[in-house]
């Protein structure tokens, strides 16, 4: 990193500590030392006397967590330094309380081989923020024809394999990539998307997409997908991680394949969870709230936004409230951001032809949170599901690993001294032209938002706020 490991003391003191991976919910003090966590409850344990440089950061009246864990995120370098950058990338993720972040394979060129993971690594020694591990490709160039080198990617230090937004269409390279996940102890992680099914889709297909004119993209387009994947990874035994899931369907095979036992995980994204078609119509006092998902649409939003496209589309309603009881229940094991920063010229068009995404990294929490004001869920479930939960969907259930840091995703002894502090009630607007990413298409510009990160510590040094 270009930041060096803290070698003095950092005792952040007075917070309510909320680390579920522990099952620790208390007012008390985090102590840093060396880049760990040494102590972290009701009080700091050992003496901060004969500590060298102890710094002390007041905390009453906030959240004190782990760091956020963000499996699924955009970083575009190489390739793309004109939509974001593995500097500006990770100083957005702090700023949004994440230290971990999971980085997707579709740069220039892409990442399927030892090169372009070690390239990223490297980048990341010498202007990250943050932790970044990068996810190699499943198959070479992207392209779904053959099996990438994944042994070489492990090596190189690859926390997973995928193809990102082009699902893994055959299933026989998905059985193979399947059984090699099981011997690299990597998961693979596929858009779930039958391509013949979503077509040249741009939105849910729905009422609203009918409404507006534009292409729909079924429901049913992802769930198939999610349906062969269990079945495969019931075959092989291998470790399957769902990406962005969106539709009320999917759960249901997902529910079942672990009740069976299969290794499989899933997330989902704030915007999935907080957000729904509705918000393509732009703002209107015509719709109810509940037409518009948690987070109603600012004002100013017109129909036929481009910073409401996004794939998979947002949903309805009714997936919106089965997403977050999957969330409640642990169906889903997992919020990544699916940040997905790109140029003005990508989003300045018409609707069919934008491009997909959503810069997520700076409104995460704020968007979670409102969730939880309005009694959907809890506290102690967002940040579950931002730090232990993913943290396990890369150990494979376990906790580190010979690639993984001990304790990532919480605040035991001996782990990394990554923590999030939060302020669930401060309210804020959220200014897509203040963001540290390059990339501002968001639909949230002018909400304000109830729920806000202040500061961010990574190996024991503050890195955004406080």
Known sequence: MNRGVDRGALLIRGGRILDPGQDLDVIGDVLIQDGLVVSAGPSVGPSTEGLAGVRVLEAT????????????????????????????????????????????????????????????LELTRTVGAVRVLPIGCVTRGQRGQELADMGELC????????????????????????????????????????????????????????????????????????????????????????????????????????????????????????????????????????AYGYA???????????????????????????????????TLDAIATDHAPHALEDKECEYDSAAFGIGGFETAFGLLLTLVHAGQLDLQTVIGTLTNGPARVLAGGAQGGAWLPNGLGTLRPGAPG???????????????????SLGRNTPLGGVTLRGRVTATIFGGQVIYGA
């Open 296 to 330: 109603r649409p600012p004002r100013g939003l017109m129909p036929y936004d481009t910073h409401t496209k996004v794939n998979p589309p947002l949903r309805t309603s009714r997936d919106l409230d089965a997403l977050v009881e999957a969330l409640r229940d642990g």
């Open 61 to 120: 009246g906030k959240v004190v967590a782990p760091g956020f864990v963000d499996l699924h995120c955009h970083l575009r370098e190489p390739g793309y330094e004109h939509k974001e950058t593995i500097a500006s990338g990770t100083r957005a993720a702090a700023r949004g309380g994440f230290t971990t972040i999971c980085c997707m394979p579709n740069t220039r060129p892409v990442t399927d081989t030892r090169a372009c993971v070690e390239q990223i």
């Open 155 to 290: 090596e190189a230090g690859a926390a997973g394999f995928s193809d990102d937004g082009n699902p893994v269409a055959d299933a026989q390279i998905m059985r193979r990539a399947l059984e090699y996940s099981r011997m690299l102890g990597r998961p693979i992680v596929n858009h779930c998307e039958d391509p013949a099914l979503a077509g040249e889709g741009v939105a849910n297909e729905g009422w609203v997409a009918t409404r507006l004119g534009l292409r729909g993209m079924p429901a049913v387009a992802e769930e198939v997908m999610v349906a062969r994947d269990v079945a495969l990874a019931q075959t092989t035994g291998g470790r399957l991680h769902l990406a962005h899931i969106s539709a009320a369907g999917s759960l249901d095979h997902i529910r079942r394949a672990k009740a069976r036992g299969v290794p499989v995980t899933a997330e989902v994204t704030p915007h999935h969870l907080a957000m729904t078609d509705a918000w393509l119509l732009g703002y209107s006092t015509d719709l109810n709230e509940r």
């Open 418 to 436: 990554d923590v999030a502090i939060l302020d669930p009630e401060a309210e804020w607007l959220v200014e897509p032209e203040t963001f540290a």
